[in-house]
């Protein structure tokens, strides 16, 4: 158990509807990141928050935001959603100081099939 | 851009034998390099490695870092079928977030 938690586990929705996964990171690290993963595809870096703030982004889609709250949980929001959006997407958490050598604790994800 | 080669994408061998993986990288202001291990979900850490020529070793697994060549291996010997998964290489950027390899994926037959 990596301490990282994600909600929900699975999820199937349809088409053009819009999704929240949920993300608790470890106790005491303070910087959440957010990865997608397609079939057979390699991890593919969305967004990291630092302590309530945005601090790197990646290929991350228009419609799809995310935010970090006071508690430090993250949610990832998914809008519009269209079929090649299925994928797991992880959540990870670091210490992450400025200087970034912490490793990644990763959650079990959140598996998203859109029909 | 920076990027995390792997190579080989996937490999099949048997029980007993003694694999190499490998991990090339190019990023901005480099800092570490990590291993994990993903089998059905979550990514799982192996090793993280800062300083070259000095080997990290867990059981039948070990890696070493060369950042003058900018590679790293993991090597695992007298495989397991419970050693199959893919493996995964990342490396932090300047940005702050992590990198990550396309995985290899390993295969160890009985």
């Known amino acids: 158990d990596s301490g990282v938690t994600q909600t929900p586990k699975h999820l199937i929705t349809a088409t053009g509807q819009r999704v929240t996964l949920r993300c608790s990171p470890r106790?005491?690290?303070?910087?959440v990141y957010w990865y997608q993963q397609s079939l057979d595809q390699g991890l593919q870096f969305l967004i990291q928050y630092y302590n309530g703030e945005e601090r790197a982004k990646g290929n991350i889609l228009e419609r799809f935001s995310a935010q970090q709250f006071p508690d430090l949980h993250s949610e990832l929001n998914l809008s519009s959603l269209e079929l090649g959006d299925s994928a797991l997407y992880f959540c990870?958490?670091?210490?992450?100081?400025?200087?970034?050598?912490?490793?990644?604790?990763f959650g079990e994800g959140s598996r998203l099939t859109v029909l | 851009e920076d990027k995390v080669v792997q190579s080989p994408l996937s490999l099949v061998v048997h029980e007993g034998d003694t694999v190499t993986l490998n991990c090339s990288y190019e990023?901005?202001?480099?800092?570490?390099l990590l291993w994990y291990k993903q089998e059905k979900k979550a990514p799982t850490f192996l090793f993280m490695l800062?300083?070259?020529?000095i080997e990290k070793k867990s059981g039948r697994l070990s890696s070493i870092l060369d950042k003058k060549e900018l590679f790293s291996i993991l090597n695992i010997t007298a495989t397991q079928t419970g050693d199959s998964a893919v493996y995964l290489c990342?490396?932090?950027?300047?940005?702050?977030?992590?990198?990550f390899g396309p995985g290899t994926r390993l295969s160890v037959l009985p």
């Open positions: 800062t300083s070259s020529g």
């Open positions: 106790s005491g690290d303070l910087s």
């Open positions: 990870a958490s670091s210490v992450a100081v400025a200087d970034n050598t912490g490793e990644l604790f």
């Open positions: 990023v901005t202001n480099f800092r570490s």
């Open positions: 990342a490396v932090p950027n300047y940005g702050q977030n992590f990198v």
